[in-house]
Protein backbone atom coordinates (compact mmCIF):
# COMPACT_ATOMS: atom_id res chain seq x y z
CA UNK A 1 0.00 0.00 0.00
CA UNK A 2 1.57 2.96 -1.02
CA UNK A 3 0.99 6.05 1.23
CA UNK A 4 2.53 8.96 -0.66
CA UNK A 5 1.56 11.88 1.43
CA UNK A 6 1.41 15.53 0.52
CA UNK A 7 0.09 15.03 -2.68
CA UNK A 8 -3.32 16.33 -3.86
CA UNK A 9 -4.85 14.62 -6.39
CA UNK A 10 -7.97 15.03 -8.93
CA UNK A 11 -10.70 12.59 -9.50
CA UNK A 12 -12.77 13.33 -12.87
CA UNK A 13 -15.51 11.96 -12.72
CA UNK A 14 -17.25 10.62 -16.28
CA UNK A 15 -19.56 7.68 -16.40
CA UNK A 16 -18.29 6.57 -13.21
CA UNK A 17 -20.61 8.11 -10.72
CA UNK A 18 -20.27 6.13 -7.91
CA UNK A 19 -18.40 5.72 -4.34
CA UNK A 20 -18.63 1.81 -4.15
CA UNK A 21 -16.38 0.20 -6.32
CA UNK A 22 -14.67 2.98 -7.60
CA UNK A 23 -11.51 1.84 -8.85
CA UNK A 24 -10.22 5.84 -9.19
CA UNK A 25 -11.88 6.93 -6.74
CA UNK A 26 -10.13 4.37 -4.13
CA UNK A 27 -6.95 4.45 -5.70
CA UNK A 28 -6.89 8.46 -5.65
CA UNK A 29 -7.54 8.19 -1.53
CA UNK A 30 -5.11 5.51 -0.89
CA UNK A 31 -2.51 7.64 -3.00
CA UNK A 32 -3.22 10.83 -1.82
CA UNK A 33 -3.65 13.22 1.78
CA UNK A 34 -6.00 15.67 -0.15
CA UNK A 35 -8.74 14.70 -2.87
CA UNK A 36 -10.57 17.20 -4.97
CA UNK A 37 -12.95 15.70 -7.71
CA UNK A 38 -14.66 17.59 -10.62
CA UNK A 39 -17.87 15.99 -12.81
CA UNK A 40 -19.06 18.52 -15.96
CA UNK A 41 -22.21 19.04 -17.58
CA UNK A 42 -20.33 19.30 -20.94
CA UNK A 43 -21.87 21.61 -23.10
CA UNK A 44 -21.58 19.19 -26.50
CA UNK A 45 -23.58 17.29 -24.40
CA UNK A 46 -26.21 19.37 -24.95
CA UNK A 47 -25.81 21.05 -28.47
CA UNK A 48 -28.10 19.22 -31.45
CA UNK A 49 -26.67 16.82 -33.45
CA UNK A 50 -26.21 15.76 -37.42
CA UNK A 51 -29.09 14.46 -37.36
CA UNK A 52 -31.76 17.22 -35.86
CA UNK A 53 -32.05 16.02 -32.41
CA UNK A 54 -30.57 17.49 -28.55
CA UNK A 55 -27.70 15.01 -27.60
CA UNK A 56 -29.56 14.58 -24.05
CA UNK A 57 -33.02 15.26 -23.89
CA UNK A 58 -34.90 16.17 -20.69
CA UNK A 59 -35.16 12.85 -19.01
CA UNK A 60 -31.36 11.66 -18.99
CA UNK A 61 -30.47 15.32 -18.00
CA UNK A 62 -32.80 15.39 -15.05
CA UNK A 63 -31.78 11.87 -14.23
CA UNK A 64 -28.28 13.23 -13.95
CA UNK A 65 -28.73 16.16 -12.24
CA UNK A 66 -30.25 13.81 -9.54
CA UNK A 67 -27.02 11.77 -9.90
CA UNK A 68 -24.61 14.35 -9.32
CA UNK A 69 -26.24 15.85 -6.29
CA UNK A 70 -26.23 12.31 -4.11
CA UNK A 71 -22.74 12.06 -5.56
CA UNK A 72 -21.85 15.00 -4.17
CA UNK A 73 -23.87 14.33 -0.68
CA UNK A 74 -21.70 10.84 -0.67
CA UNK A 75 -18.32 12.17 -1.68
CA UNK A 76 -18.69 14.97 1.21
CA UNK A 77 -19.03 12.00 3.42
CA UNK A 78 -15.43 11.31 2.79
CA UNK A 79 -14.58 15.07 2.87
CA UNK A 80 -14.29 15.41 -0.80
CA UNK A 81 -15.33 18.49 -2.53
CA UNK A 82 -16.96 17.92 -6.00
CA UNK A 83 -16.66 20.62 -7.75
CA UNK A 84 -19.52 21.03 -11.06
CA UNK A 85 -19.90 23.09 -13.96
CA UNK A 86 -21.66 23.23 -16.63
CA UNK A 87 -19.23 24.44 -19.69
CA UNK A 88 -16.35 22.70 -21.67
CA UNK A 89 -14.53 19.90 -19.61
CA UNK A 90 -10.55 20.95 -20.29
CA UNK A 91 -11.86 24.74 -19.60
CA UNK A 92 -13.35 23.52 -15.88
CA UNK A 93 -10.34 21.72 -15.03
CA UNK A 94 -8.09 24.38 -16.41
CA UNK A 95 -9.43 26.70 -14.11
CA UNK A 96 -9.62 24.08 -11.08
CA UNK A 97 -6.14 23.44 -11.84
CA UNK A 98 -4.83 26.88 -11.27
CA UNK A 99 -6.53 26.73 -7.67
CA UNK A 100 -4.84 23.81 -6.49
CA UNK A 101 -2.00 22.57 -8.29
CA UNK A 102 -2.73 18.97 -8.96
CA UNK A 103 -0.07 16.15 -8.77
CA UNK A 104 -1.94 13.70 -10.23
CA UNK A 105 -4.97 12.93 -12.12
CA UNK A 106 -7.99 10.05 -11.58
CA UNK A 107 -10.55 8.91 -14.07
CA UNK A 108 -12.26 5.68 -15.71
CA UNK A 109 -10.66 4.47 -19.31
CA UNK A 110 -12.84 4.91 -22.13
CA UNK A 111 -12.00 4.46 -25.75
CA UNK A 112 -15.27 5.76 -28.11
CA UNK A 113 -14.52 9.01 -30.04
CA UNK A 114 -16.39 11.29 -27.99
CA UNK A 115 -14.67 10.85 -24.90
CA UNK A 116 -11.20 10.60 -26.39
CA UNK A 117 -11.23 14.00 -28.08
CA UNK A 118 -12.13 15.25 -24.74
CA UNK A 119 -9.41 14.01 -22.88
CA UNK A 120 -7.01 14.61 -25.47
CA UNK A 121 -7.88 17.97 -24.87
CA UNK A 122 -7.60 18.05 -20.75
CA UNK A 123 -4.40 16.37 -22.05
CA UNK A 124 -3.21 19.42 -23.60
CA UNK A 125 -4.00 21.82 -21.02
CA UNK A 126 -2.48 19.10 -18.55
CA UNK A 127 0.92 20.28 -16.92
CA UNK A 128 3.29 17.59 -18.60
CA UNK A 129 5.21 16.28 -15.34
CA UNK A 130 2.89 14.27 -13.42
CA UNK A 131 0.54 11.22 -14.15
CA UNK A 132 -2.56 10.60 -15.85
CA UNK A 133 -4.14 6.82 -14.41
CA UNK A 134 -6.70 6.19 -16.88
CA UNK A 135 -8.85 2.69 -14.99
CA UNK A 136 -11.17 0.72 -16.37
CA UNK A 137 -13.81 0.15 -13.93
CA UNK A 138 -16.91 -0.20 -16.57
CA UNK A 139 -16.68 -4.26 -17.28
CA UNK A 140 -18.36 -7.22 -15.34
CA UNK A 141 -14.44 -9.15 -16.87
CA UNK A 142 -11.60 -6.93 -16.47
CA UNK A 143 -9.88 -6.60 -20.29
CA UNK A 144 -6.51 -7.63 -18.28
CA UNK A 145 -8.45 -10.86 -17.02
CA UNK A 146 -9.61 -12.05 -20.60
CA UNK A 147 -7.61 -14.52 -22.57
CA UNK A 148 -8.40 -13.75 -25.94
CA UNK A 149 -6.44 -10.15 -27.57
CA UNK A 150 -8.39 -7.49 -28.60
CA UNK A 151 -7.83 -8.83 -32.30
CA UNK A 152 -8.83 -11.67 -31.60
CA UNK A 153 -12.44 -11.47 -29.63
CA UNK A 154 -14.73 -14.09 -30.38
CA UNK A 155 -17.39 -12.60 -32.73
CA UNK A 156 -20.11 -14.44 -32.01
CA UNK A 157 -21.68 -13.68 -28.45
CA UNK A 158 -21.92 -17.13 -27.36
CA UNK A 159 -18.50 -17.63 -28.21
CA UNK A 160 -17.57 -14.51 -25.93
CA UNK A 161 -19.63 -15.70 -23.30
CA UNK A 162 -18.49 -19.17 -23.29
CA UNK A 163 -14.58 -17.82 -23.12
CA UNK A 164 -15.22 -15.47 -20.63
CA UNK A 165 -16.85 -17.95 -18.34
CA UNK A 166 -14.40 -20.30 -18.40
CA UNK A 167 -11.61 -18.48 -18.05
CA UNK A 168 -12.03 -15.38 -16.33
CA UNK A 169 -12.71 -14.68 -12.59
CA UNK A 170 -15.03 -11.30 -11.71
CA UNK A 171 -12.90 -9.19 -9.57
CA UNK A 172 -14.21 -8.64 -5.80
CA UNK A 173 -15.03 -5.19 -4.65
CA UNK A 174 -12.93 -3.45 -2.32
CA UNK A 175 -13.84 -1.80 0.41
CA UNK A 176 -14.01 2.22 0.65
CA UNK A 177 -11.39 3.92 2.55
CA UNK A 178 -11.73 6.22 5.92
CA UNK A 179 -10.31 9.27 5.09
CA UNK A 180 -8.91 12.25 7.37
CA UNK A 181 -8.79 14.86 4.51
CA UNK A 182 -9.46 18.65 5.06
CA UNK A 183 -13.24 19.63 6.02
CA UNK A 184 -12.71 23.48 4.89
CA UNK A 185 -12.37 21.87 1.69
CA UNK A 186 -15.96 21.17 1.26
CA UNK A 187 -16.82 24.97 2.70
CA UNK A 188 -14.99 26.36 0.25
CA UNK A 189 -16.51 24.57 -2.90
CA UNK A 190 -18.97 27.55 -4.23
CA UNK A 191 -19.99 25.24 -6.94
CA UNK A 192 -23.40 24.67 -8.21
CA UNK A 193 -25.31 22.09 -9.41
CA UNK A 194 -26.68 23.24 -12.75
CA UNK A 195 -30.61 23.20 -13.00
CA UNK A 196 -32.62 21.63 -15.60
CA UNK A 197 -33.90 25.15 -16.75
CA UNK A 198 -29.58 26.18 -17.10
CA UNK A 199 -29.46 22.89 -19.35
CA UNK A 200 -32.06 24.60 -21.23
CA UNK A 201 -35.29 22.45 -20.27
CA UNK A 202 -38.22 23.31 -18.86
CA UNK A 203 -39.32 20.70 -15.50
CA UNK A 204 -41.44 18.29 -15.85
CA UNK A 205 -43.10 15.35 -14.08
CA UNK A 206 -42.67 11.65 -14.54
CA UNK A 207 -45.54 10.38 -16.57
CA UNK A 208 -47.43 8.19 -14.28
CA UNK A 209 -47.42 5.39 -16.77
CA UNK A 210 -43.82 5.17 -16.79
CA UNK A 211 -42.10 1.73 -16.10
CA UNK A 212 -39.16 3.75 -14.33
CA UNK A 213 -40.30 6.00 -12.15
CA UNK A 214 -36.94 6.01 -10.25
CA UNK A 215 -34.45 8.87 -9.38
CA UNK A 216 -30.93 9.15 -10.41
CA UNK A 217 -28.45 8.50 -8.26
CA UNK A 218 -25.93 5.66 -5.88
CA UNK A 219 -28.32 5.89 -3.00
CA UNK A 220 -31.30 5.13 -5.61
CA UNK A 221 -30.01 2.19 -7.88
CA UNK A 222 -28.65 0.53 -4.47
CA UNK A 223 -32.15 0.99 -2.94
CA UNK A 224 -33.71 -0.42 -6.10
CA UNK A 225 -31.21 -3.11 -6.16
CA UNK A 226 -32.52 -4.29 -2.15
CA UNK A 227 -36.12 -4.53 -3.71
CA UNK A 228 -35.76 -6.81 -6.64
CA UNK A 229 -33.55 -8.81 -4.68
CA UNK A 230 -33.97 -9.00 -1.55
CA UNK A 231 -37.44 -7.39 -0.79
CA UNK A 232 -39.29 -8.95 -3.54
CA UNK A 233 -37.41 -11.77 -4.38
CA UNK A 234 -38.09 -10.71 -8.32
CA UNK A 235 -35.01 -11.80 -8.96
CA UNK A 236 -36.19 -15.08 -8.65
CA UNK A 237 -38.17 -14.88 -11.57
CA UNK A 238 -36.78 -12.74 -13.75
CA UNK A 239 -36.45 -15.03 -16.70
CA UNK A 240 -39.96 -15.74 -17.01
CA UNK A 241 -40.48 -12.24 -16.37
CA UNK A 242 -38.19 -10.09 -18.57
CA UNK A 243 -40.21 -10.11 -22.08
CA UNK A 244 -42.83 -7.85 -19.77
CA UNK A 245 -43.92 -4.70 -21.04
CA UNK A 246 -46.05 -2.66 -18.47
CA UNK A 247 -44.47 -2.01 -14.59
CA UNK A 248 -41.65 -1.54 -12.90
CA UNK A 249 -40.63 -5.22 -12.35
CA UNK A 250 -40.78 -7.39 -15.19
CA UNK A 251 -36.88 -6.30 -15.50
CA UNK A 252 -34.51 -4.84 -12.79
CA UNK A 253 -34.46 -1.23 -14.30
CA UNK A 254 -30.69 -1.09 -13.41
CA UNK A 255 -29.96 -0.23 -16.98
CA UNK A 256 -30.12 3.97 -16.55
CA UNK A 257 -27.79 3.62 -13.26
CA UNK A 258 -25.45 1.61 -15.19
CA UNK A 259 -25.13 3.89 -18.08
CA UNK A 260 -23.79 6.78 -15.90
CA UNK A 261 -21.48 4.54 -13.57
CA UNK A 262 -24.04 5.36 -10.75
CA UNK A 263 -24.39 1.08 -9.86
CA UNK A 264 -21.47 -0.78 -11.27
CA UNK A 265 -21.89 -4.43 -13.05
CA UNK A 266 -19.76 -6.16 -10.15
CA UNK A 267 -21.79 -4.70 -7.59
CA UNK A 268 -25.10 -6.30 -9.23
CA UNK A 269 -23.05 -9.50 -10.12
CA UNK A 270 -21.58 -10.48 -6.05
CA UNK A 271 -25.40 -9.50 -4.98
CA UNK A 272 -26.33 -11.95 -7.03
CA UNK A 273 -24.11 -14.31 -5.65
CA UNK A 274 -25.45 -13.13 -2.08
CA UNK A 275 -28.99 -13.87 -2.83
CA UNK A 276 -28.13 -17.48 -4.09
CA UNK A 277 -26.17 -17.82 -0.84
CA UNK A 278 -29.04 -16.59 0.83
CA UNK A 279 -32.18 -17.78 -0.84
CA UNK A 280 -31.98 -19.85 -4.37
CA UNK A 281 -30.01 -20.32 -7.70
CA UNK A 282 -31.83 -20.88 -10.69
CA UNK A 283 -31.97 -19.95 -14.11
CA UNK A 284 -33.62 -16.19 -13.26
CA UNK A 285 -30.56 -15.36 -10.99
CA UNK A 286 -28.21 -16.79 -13.56
CA UNK A 287 -30.02 -14.73 -16.70
CA UNK A 288 -29.51 -11.68 -14.77
CA UNK A 289 -25.72 -12.33 -14.89
CA UNK A 290 -26.25 -13.19 -18.63
CA UNK A 291 -27.48 -9.86 -19.77
CA UNK A 292 -24.65 -8.72 -18.21
CA UNK A 293 -22.23 -10.59 -20.31
CA UNK A 294 -24.32 -8.82 -23.20
CA UNK A 295 -23.33 -5.76 -21.88
CA UNK A 296 -19.66 -6.88 -21.49
CA UNK A 297 -19.81 -8.09 -25.38
CA UNK A 298 -20.96 -4.74 -27.12
CA UNK A 299 -18.17 -3.19 -24.88
CA UNK A 300 -15.59 -5.00 -26.66
CA UNK A 301 -17.14 -4.58 -29.52
CA UNK A 302 -16.51 -1.04 -29.71
CA UNK A 303 -13.23 -1.63 -27.95
CA UNK A 304 -12.17 -3.87 -31.34
CA UNK A 305 -13.70 -1.98 -33.78
CA UNK A 306 -13.85 1.66 -32.07
CA UNK A 307 -15.28 4.82 -34.64
CA UNK A 308 -16.77 1.81 -37.30
CA UNK A 309 -19.94 1.63 -34.53
CA UNK A 310 -20.93 4.53 -35.97
CA UNK A 311 -20.22 4.39 -39.33
CA UNK A 312 -23.34 3.05 -41.73
CA UNK A 313 -22.11 -0.37 -42.62
CA UNK A 314 -21.32 -0.88 -39.39
CA UNK A 315 -18.62 -3.09 -38.14
CA UNK A 316 -19.15 -5.65 -40.95
CA UNK A 317 -18.64 -2.57 -43.97
CA UNK A 318 -21.91 -3.94 -45.78
CA UNK A 319 -24.04 -1.70 -47.96
CA UNK A 320 -27.28 -1.57 -48.32
CA UNK A 321 -29.33 0.76 -49.82
CA UNK A 322 -30.47 2.73 -46.60
CA UNK A 323 -33.39 5.68 -46.68
CA UNK A 324 -33.75 8.70 -44.98
CA UNK A 325 -36.93 10.11 -45.80
CA UNK A 326 -37.88 12.75 -43.02
CA UNK A 327 -41.64 11.67 -43.35
CA UNK A 328 -41.00 8.31 -42.50
CA UNK A 329 -38.72 9.36 -40.00
CA UNK A 330 -41.20 11.54 -37.97
CA UNK A 331 -43.71 9.04 -38.36
CA UNK A 332 -41.77 6.58 -36.36
CA UNK A 333 -40.76 9.17 -34.03
CA UNK A 334 -44.81 10.05 -33.18
CA UNK A 335 -45.66 6.87 -33.22
CA UNK A 336 -47.84 7.50 -36.73
CA UNK A 337 -46.79 4.13 -38.81
CA UNK A 338 -49.10 1.65 -39.82
CA UNK A 339 -47.95 -0.93 -36.77
CA UNK A 340 -50.03 -0.30 -33.42
CA UNK A 341 -47.29 -2.24 -31.31
CA UNK A 342 -44.61 0.26 -32.55
CA UNK A 343 -46.30 3.02 -32.07
CA UNK A 344 -47.52 2.44 -28.40
CA UNK A 345 -43.52 1.69 -28.00
CA UNK A 346 -42.68 4.93 -29.67
CA UNK A 347 -45.05 7.42 -27.34
CA UNK A 348 -43.84 5.44 -24.57
CA UNK A 349 -40.51 6.64 -25.67
CA UNK A 350 -41.23 9.93 -25.84
CA UNK A 351 -43.03 10.49 -23.38
CA UNK A 352 -40.80 8.89 -20.23
CA UNK A 353 -37.45 8.20 -21.91
CA UNK A 354 -38.13 4.76 -21.31
CA UNK A 355 -38.72 1.30 -23.30
CA UNK A 356 -38.12 -2.28 -22.69
CA UNK A 357 -35.88 -3.93 -24.53
CA UNK A 358 -39.03 -6.12 -26.27
CA UNK A 359 -40.11 -3.07 -27.54
CA UNK A 360 -36.73 -1.44 -28.66
CA UNK A 361 -36.11 -4.94 -30.79
CA UNK A 362 -39.06 -4.37 -32.54
CA UNK A 363 -39.16 -0.80 -33.30
CA UNK A 364 -35.57 -1.22 -34.03
CA UNK A 365 -36.37 -4.12 -36.59
CA UNK A 366 -39.05 -2.06 -37.92
CA UNK A 367 -37.21 0.97 -38.18
CA UNK A 368 -34.47 -0.86 -40.20
CA UNK A 369 -35.72 -3.88 -41.61
CA UNK A 370 -39.34 -2.63 -42.89
CA UNK A 371 -39.03 0.98 -43.85
CA UNK A 372 -34.69 0.39 -44.39
CA UNK A 373 -34.63 3.86 -42.91
CA UNK A 374 -30.77 4.69 -42.21
CA UNK A 375 -30.05 2.92 -39.00
CA UNK A 376 -27.95 5.38 -37.61
CA UNK A 377 -30.64 8.12 -37.60
CA UNK A 378 -32.85 5.45 -35.06
CA UNK A 379 -29.57 4.89 -32.82
CA UNK A 380 -29.32 8.94 -32.76
CA UNK A 381 -32.95 9.41 -31.40
CA UNK A 382 -32.21 6.55 -29.25
CA UNK A 383 -29.33 8.31 -28.06
CA UNK A 384 -31.16 11.70 -27.37
CA UNK A 385 -34.45 10.41 -25.88
CA UNK A 386 -33.15 6.98 -23.54
CA UNK A 387 -32.74 7.78 -20.00
CA UNK A 388 -29.94 4.82 -19.95
CA UNK A 389 -28.62 5.67 -23.22
CA UNK A 390 -25.17 4.00 -22.97
CA UNK A 391 -22.61 4.20 -25.98
CA UNK A 392 -21.72 0.70 -26.50
CA UNK A 393 -24.81 -0.98 -25.75
CA UNK A 394 -26.69 1.68 -28.30
CA UNK A 395 -24.77 1.53 -31.69
CA UNK A 396 -24.30 -2.50 -30.65
CA UNK A 397 -27.85 -3.13 -30.48
CA UNK A 398 -28.84 -0.91 -33.65
CA UNK A 399 -25.63 -2.37 -35.45
CA UNK A 400 -27.08 -6.22 -34.34
CA UNK A 401 -30.95 -4.97 -35.29
CA UNK A 402 -29.93 -3.56 -38.68
CA UNK A 403 -27.98 -6.10 -39.89
CA UNK A 404 -24.44 -4.52 -39.68
CA UNK A 405 -22.88 -5.54 -36.34
CA UNK A 406 -22.33 -9.18 -35.00
CA UNK A 407 -25.67 -11.41 -35.54
CA UNK A 408 -24.95 -13.90 -37.53
CA UNK A 409 -28.41 -14.70 -38.12
CA UNK A 410 -29.63 -11.18 -39.39
CA UNK A 411 -33.33 -11.46 -38.14
CA UNK A 412 -36.23 -9.83 -39.02
CA UNK A 413 -39.16 -9.11 -36.37
CA UNK A 414 -42.72 -9.87 -37.19
CA UNK A 415 -43.93 -6.79 -35.15
CA UNK A 416 -47.65 -8.17 -35.79
CA UNK A 417 -46.59 -11.95 -34.09
CA UNK A 418 -44.76 -10.38 -31.59
CA UNK A 419 -47.53 -7.66 -30.53
CA UNK A 420 -49.61 -10.93 -30.74
CA UNK A 421 -47.54 -13.24 -28.40
CA UNK A 422 -46.11 -10.18 -26.13
CA UNK A 423 -49.25 -7.80 -25.58
CA UNK A 424 -51.59 -10.78 -26.18
CA UNK A 425 -54.46 -8.73 -24.37
CA UNK A 426 -53.38 -5.83 -26.14
CA UNK A 427 -53.10 -3.66 -22.57
CA UNK A 428 -49.89 -2.43 -23.13
CA UNK A 429 -50.94 -0.90 -26.50
CA UNK A 430 -54.40 0.43 -24.69
CA UNK A 431 -51.69 1.96 -22.06
CA UNK A 432 -50.05 4.14 -24.48
CA UNK A 433 -52.47 4.78 -27.53
CA UNK A 434 -55.40 5.61 -25.46
CA UNK A 435 -56.93 7.89 -28.20
CA UNK A 436 -56.14 5.68 -31.00
CA UNK A 437 -57.48 2.77 -32.58
CA UNK A 438 -55.13 -0.12 -33.25
C1 LIG B 1 -32.04 -1.01 -30.41
C2 LIG B 1 -31.60 -1.18 -28.96
C3 LIG B 1 -30.96 -0.15 -28.30
C4 LIG B 1 -30.54 -0.30 -26.98
N1 LIG B 1 -29.92 0.75 -26.34
C5 LIG B 1 -29.46 0.57 -25.08
C6 LIG B 1 -28.79 1.62 -24.40
O1 LIG B 1 -28.54 2.71 -24.93
N2 LIG B 1 -28.39 1.41 -23.11
C7 LIG B 1 -28.60 0.21 -22.48
O2 LIG B 1 -28.22 0.07 -21.31
N3 LIG B 1 -29.20 -0.79 -23.11
C8 LIG B 1 -29.65 -0.67 -24.38
N4 LIG B 1 -30.29 -1.71 -25.00
C9 LIG B 1 -30.33 -3.03 -24.32
C10 LIG B 1 -31.57 -3.34 -23.47
O3 LIG B 1 -32.74 -3.04 -24.17
C11 LIG B 1 -31.56 -2.59 -22.14
O4 LIG B 1 -30.30 -2.74 -21.50
C12 LIG B 1 -32.63 -3.12 -21.20
O5 LIG B 1 -33.91 -3.05 -21.81
C13 LIG B 1 -32.61 -2.33 -19.91
O6 LIG B 1 -33.61 -2.75 -19.04
P1 LIG B 1 -33.25 -3.48 -17.67
O7 LIG B 1 -32.16 -2.75 -16.97
O8 LIG B 1 -34.51 -3.70 -16.94
O9 LIG B 1 -32.67 -4.85 -18.23
P2 LIG B 1 -32.60 -6.31 -17.61
O10 LIG B 1 -33.38 -7.20 -18.52
O11 LIG B 1 -32.96 -6.34 -16.19
O12 LIG B 1 -31.05 -6.68 -17.79
C14 LIG B 1 -30.07 -6.35 -16.82
C15 LIG B 1 -28.98 -5.57 -17.47
O13 LIG B 1 -28.35 -6.33 -18.50
C16 LIG B 1 -27.91 -5.48 -19.54
N5 LIG B 1 -28.58 -5.83 -20.81
C17 LIG B 1 -29.77 -6.46 -20.97
N6 LIG B 1 -30.01 -6.63 -22.28
C18 LIG B 1 -28.98 -6.08 -22.95
C19 LIG B 1 -28.65 -5.93 -24.32
N7 LIG B 1 -29.44 -6.39 -25.31
N8 LIG B 1 -27.52 -5.31 -24.65
C20 LIG B 1 -26.69 -4.84 -23.70
N9 LIG B 1 -26.93 -4.95 -22.38
C21 LIG B 1 -28.06 -5.57 -22.02
C22 LIG B 1 -28.31 -4.07 -19.15
O14 LIG B 1 -27.20 -3.45 -18.54
C23 LIG B 1 -29.44 -4.30 -18.16
O15 LIG B 1 -29.58 -3.23 -17.24
C24 LIG B 1 -30.75 -1.56 -26.33
C25 LIG B 1 -31.40 -2.58 -27.00
C26 LIG B 1 -31.83 -2.41 -28.31
C27 LIG B 1 -32.53 -3.55 -28.99
Known sequence: MSSNKNKTSLVWFRNDLRIQDNTSLSKAILESNTVIAIYCFDKRQFKTDKFGFKKTERYRAKFLIETVQDLKTQLQKLNIPLYVYFDNTELCIAKLEKCFNFDALYLQKEWTNEENNILDKVKNIWHKNFPIYELYNQFLYHPEDVNFELDKFPKIFTEFRKNVEKHSKIRTIKSIYNTNFNKDLIENNKTKIPTLKELGFANFTTHPNSAFPFKGGETEALKRLNN?????????????????????????????????????????????????????????????????????????????????????????????????????????????????????????????????????????????????????????????????????????????????????????FNVKLQADRYDTNGNYQRLWLQNTLF
Open 228 to 412: YFFETKKLGFYKKTRNGLIGTNFSSKFSPWLANGSLSAKTIYWKVKEFETLYFKNQSTYWLIFELIWRDYFKYVSMQHQSKIFKIGGILEKKYNWHTNSEEVNKWINGKTNQPFVNANMIELQKTGWMSNRGRQNVASYFTKTLQLDWRIGAAYFESLLLDYDVHSNYGNWMYVAGVGNDPRDRK
